[in-house]
């Protein structure tokens, strides 16, 4: 079994009187810094001087200075700013600001687990990974809980990582809901793996190929909308309050012998040796490669033209008809 750790497990005494630079006000940054100024850490912010994001956390109490700053008067340094400008940013303001004792704080572990960053050996290296959005990671805790997370200490220079760890995770209420243990690689890896094959890319093209079925079989598009994209999150909110079985209890007799039978059929042996293939993709450093690549050669441009062909596909095309009928005042 994992090594789990639950709130009053854990306490903050620690690091209270250690100064947390939360670098980057994106979504996660937003969340988990005003979680951890809740919380009564000592929390400066770190931005880009004149960028979007400096007023609105000065505007939630949060002192703001420059990354370089921040990173100067830190103790533990809390990497939040986007994987791919993470090296860059690492390599001109943060690294040359750090000495020995302090902490380089993540939550996800990519940017040293392949070597983007090359962090000295007099420094601890922690990772918080909330699993949730920064939206979910600020609701849940003013609601009194927490989006649990996964911890873990690549290196431990100062003896006392596994503190700094447990109390930043605790401080952004994750310990609330619970914690796991879990190390860089493994994060990274099964990370982007659920990303690739199941969350995300595997979602994705498994609704858009059952659209196209009921389309491509005469079927009104607006109706297969329905049955196979809107639906979906009905059964996968069953799946993760109460499990798979547990969503197989709550679903129609005809849906559970027809899920149970015709599923495999669907997703079989073939598809899972793709899956391990993706997998493989990852842990060799192929898919990394691939990445940086694309990413330092297009930008956003890298995965844009994948994502003008779902805005032109009629799954896209017919969801924002439907979605405006079910939500007037949304907006895409």
Known sequence: MA????????SLDPIRDQTVAVLGYGIQGEAQANNMKDSGLDVIVGLRKGGSSWDRAESAGHRVFTVAEATRQAD????????????TTYASEIGPNMSAGKALSFSHAAA?????????????????????PGSKVRETYLEGFGTP?????????TGTAWDRTLGVAKAIGSARAGLIKTTFKEEVETDWFGEQADLCGGAASMVTNAFETLVDAGYQPEIAYFEVLHELKLIVDMIQRYGINGMWR?????????????????????????????????????????????????????????????DEHQ?????????KMMWPDSVE
Request: overall charge neutral; glycine content about 6%.
């Open 250 to 310: 709550r679903v129609s007799e005809t849906a559970r012998y027809g899920g149970l039978t015709r599923g495999p059929m669907v997703m079989d042996d073939n598809t899972k040796a793709r899956m391990a293939e993706v997998l493989k993709m990852i842990q060799d450093g192929r898919f990394n490669r691939e990445w940086i690549t694309e990413y330092e050669k297009n930008g956003r441009d890298a995965f844009e033209s994948y994502m003008k062909k779902y």
């Open 112 to 132: 040293i687990h392949w070597k983007w960053i090359e962090a000295p050996s007099d420094v601890d290296l922690i990772m918080v990974a909330p699993k949730g």
């Open 315 to 323: 799954i896209e095309q017919v969801g924002k008809k439907m979605r």
């Open 149 to 157: 997370s996964i911890v873990a200490v690549e290196q431990d220079y």
């Open 3 to 10: 090594r789990t750790w639950k709130d009053d497990e854990i």
């Open 76 to 87: 533990i340094v809390h990497i939040l700013v986007p994987d791919m400008v993470q090296a």
